[in-house]
Structures are given as C-alpha cells and as structure tokens.
C-alpha cells in the first residue's frame, strides 16, 4: 500500500520559501509515497508547480466564526489516513489539526503535545527557520536537508526587455509593519546613483508596496517599476538575472536569493534577522532599530563594485 504523507506549511511567503528544503528532503525520504501540501491559498499554486508534492490542499484559515470549516477539515484529514504529518508550521493552528485527530493521530512531526516525532528542542524558538527545521526533521529520522532550491518555479522574464545589468529593489513590506520598510526616498537616492553608475534600478514588490513604487519614480524616472507585474516565478528567475539586490525584510528578497542573487536585506527593531534573514552564498544583512538611521551610502557599499 502506498505510504501516504501529508507536509503543513501555511505562510508566510518568507516561512513557505525556507520550507522547500524540508520539503526536499521529505520527498527523498519517502520515495514512492504520496506526498500532500497543506497550505494557505496565496502559496497553493507554487505548491503545485513544486516538485516535492502530489497534491495540494488549500487551507482558509477560517475562524472560530465558522467551526464547520474546522469540523470539514477535520473529517478530511481523517478520511485520508495519513501515515506521518510533518507540521512545518508549528502553530497553535496547526497543533490543533493534531488534536482534531484524536484518539488515533497518525504519526506527526511537530511541537503538539502527544506527538509521535515532537520536537522537544528548549532552544528552538532561538534557531534560525532553517536550522529548526533540519533539526525538527532530524528527530523524526531524516538527516539531509538541502537548502531552498526554487529554479524549478523560474518564469521567462524576456517579456519585461530588461538590460544586461540591473540591481532589483524591494521597497515594500507588510502594511501593518510599517517599520520594517526604509524609507522610499533612501531607496530613490539609491536609484539614483546606481542609475548614475550605468545599473538599471527595478522595482519589484506587491499590491501594498504600490505607494513607495510611485514615490520612488516620481523622483527617479529611470527606474523601471515592475511593482504588481511579478509572479512568484518572475522574481525566482529576476534573482538569477539580476547584478544584485537590495530590499527589506519582506517575502520577494526570500524568492530572490531563492533564485541566486548576492542580496543586501535591511532589518529594524520589528524582526531579528538571526532567525528569519533569507539564506544564500552573498547576503549581507544591515541593521539599525530604526531604518530611518540607515544611511544610503552604506547601503551602497555593500554593492560588489570594485
């Protein structure tokens, strides 16, 4: 009988990138199986373009306003019967998914109380994503995890007739974390002296980020604003394109330096880079509590331009 497997991974974009390692090598361990994603519906489709995956489920997230959504969810887990759940979540949602299957769960890697593979690290919530998920795989058996390898979600970007040589910039982050972005006008004068040197400034972010994006060509004509015209894939395959990076702490620059790109990533007080900070051969990770303080010519020099 065909071993059944189900991964969880909801979100964020940040979270969803640093979990395709882990879902690597999960897909190694259990040749042969049938592999389920359990995700939030902005990531179901890279789910499905990945390669790790049979089947992808969307999870609505909906709350207690409507339980019958949980009881559904419920019923379907059950009915599917599952072998092992490895929860790369880790949430007290996705814990309760593991008590929803009570009195016979199926095995299950993750911190809820009576798993079978739990994840009892003290130090865990002071790892970086990466290192806590090879450590909770490690405890449930599997030893290699690969990095983050996304070239299979690159897109053709020839559609955007971009030059040779461009230095993408992610101006953006959530809307309700507003300290975590710099300032717009830092990341203008920014493009304007890689403009000045002979690099293409581009833009790339979402629907939050559309304000900075016209704040920023409005005072810098020459960049190219690509803000709300990226897929996923569009920014995995920007990333192996482009001659650098520079952007805040946010989901595109994860997807970037998915996709090979030397990366400078800015942090303030609202995040701590030591346990989120995206992973690749070249980032180089700038600091200050408040990015106000963070001045453009350090920035700058953090640029490979010698």
């Known amino acids: ?29 259990h040749r042969g199986a049938h592999v389920t994603l359990l995700t939030a519906p902005p990531y179901a489709e890279l789910g499905r373009q990945a390669p790790y995956f049979d089947a992808v489920w969307v999870d609505e997230r909906h709350g207690w306003t409507r339980p019958w959504a949980l009881v559904w969810l419920a019923r379907r887990l059950r009915a599917a019967r599952f072998d092992r759940v490895y929860d790369l979540q880790t949430s007290d949602r996705s814990n309760l998914y593991f008590h929803l299957l ?20 003290p130090d865990r919530d002071r790892m970086h994503t990466v290192e806590r998920q090879r450590d909770q795989l490690a405890a449930a058996g599997i030893a290699d995890v690969p990095p983050p390898d996304l070239s299979w979600a690159a897109t053709d970007i020839a559609r955007f007739s971009l030059p040779p040589r461009f230095v993408l910039l992610a101006p953006g982050g959530s809307r309700h974390r507003p300290g975590k972005r710099w300032p717009a006008g830092r990341y203008m004068r920014l493009a304007s002296f890689l403009a000045d040197i002979g690099l293409a400034p581009v833009l790339v972010g979402g629907a939050d980020d559309v304000a900075a994006g016209t704040e920023i060509v409005r005072d810098c004509p020459k960049v190219r604003n690509l803000i709300g015209r990226t897929s996923f894939g569009d920014l995995v395959a920007l990333g192996h394109a482009c001659f650098y990076a520079v952007g805040n702490d946010t989901g595109p620059m994860h997807l970037i330096v998915a996709g090979g790109a030397s990366a400078t990533v800015l942090y303030s007080a609202a995040s701590d880079p030591a346990l989120t900070a995206p992973r690749g051969r070249h980032v180089t990770i700038l600091r200050r509590d408040n990015l106000g303080d963070l001045p453009v010519e350090e920035v700058a020099a953090t640029l490979p331009l010698r």
């Open 102 to 121: 009570w009195p016979r769960p199926p095995q299950w890697s993750g911190i809820a109380a009576g798993a079978s593979h739990r994840h009892v690290n």
């Open 1 to 29: 009988m065909t071993e059944r497997i189900l991964v969880i991974k909801l979100g964020a974009l940040g979270d969803f990138v640093q979990a395709m390692g882990p879902a690597a090598a999960i897909r190694a361990h």
